[in-house]
């Protein structure tokens, strides 16, 4: 079986935890090469290398980038796309994949609009130099954008059996949606659990995804890195806002 190389930020869970919670389920073989030592080829110099062509012309824009042999892959919904059916964490047809697909690129555009809450105005600026339009820009999202992904993914559940998004059974889209309930929890407690009444089955998901026996091993192990104030999920208290309203 393919070894399996994951490129990705050594101290979060960030997007690459997508990739891992998708490698770990499908008990494949990877290295998640930047958390090696600097000694064996880790490093975030392992990534800084393939992101300047080290592994050929098929240039990433950013992490996490997959290898597998010959196969050079980014963005995290492509990289789910190449490894679900290899594992079998997606059905075979295509309309699931492709369904399973559109599902991943909103979690995408939901990622994004959570890490825009601390970032709102540059990634490439500190949170502390933008933290009066972070309080501006949470409030708008846990009012408007969170119930409204949320509801959406909900109602996904709703319309397709209740248990699972694509196809009645267990995907990979399962896993991504269990991460993001994981990291909307860390990141906003009190604001969570003013919402959680309205996602019985994303609940029961996330709980299915948790006791999965390999997802319980890893999570428990010292692969899943903890959440932390330098990725995606952030926990400021002070961005933790109860909405009044909504939507
Ligand atoms: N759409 C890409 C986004 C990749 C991305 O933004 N990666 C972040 C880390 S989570 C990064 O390294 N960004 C560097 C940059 O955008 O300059 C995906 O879903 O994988």
Redesign the pocket.
């Known amino acids: 079986m393919t070894r399996y190389e994951l490129f ?2 050594p101290d ?1 869970q ?3 935890e997508f990739v891992r919670l998708a490698l770990e389920e499908a008990a494949a073989p990877y290295v998640d090469v930047a958390r090696l030592p600097r000694s064996k080829g880790g490093g975030e110099g392992a990534i800084l290398r393939v992101l300047d062509g080290a592994l050929g012309p098929r240039l990433p ?4 980038i997959l290898r597998a042999g010959k196969i050079l892959v ?4 492509a ?1 789910l796309q190449f490894l679900a059916p290899r594992h079998g964490l997606v059905p075979r047809d295509a309309p699931s994949q492709l369904w399973a697909h559109q599902l991943q690129l909103t979690v ?1 555009d939901f ?2 609009e959570v890490h825009d809450t601390h970032h709102p105005v540059a ?1 490439g600026l500190y949170y502390e130099d933008q933290r009066k339009e972070a309080r501006r820009r949470t409030e708008h999202f846990l009012r408007h954008r969170l119930p409204l992904f949320l509801d959406y993914f909900e109602r996904v559940l709703v319309k397709n059996g209740g248990r699972h998004p694509v196809s009645g059974r267990f995907s990979y889209v399962d896993l991504s949606l269990f991460q993001i309930l994981e990291g909307l929890d860390y990141a906003f407690p009190r604001a969570f659990r003013a919402v959680r009444r309205r996602i019985p089955r994303l609940q029961a998901l996330r709980e299915a995804v948790r006791n999965r026996p390999r997802i319980a091993a890893y999570l428990g192990s010292p692969r899943r890195i903890p959440f932390n104030t330098w990725g ?1 999920f952030r926990h400021y208290p002070e961005l933790d806002l109860v909405p009044r309203g909504g939507r």
Not at 61 to 64: G, N, R, T
Not at 74 to 77: E, G, N, P
């Open positions: 990705y930020w979060i960030g997007r690459g824009f950013a992490a996490p980014a963005q995290t919904a990289i995408a990622l994004v990634a995606i």
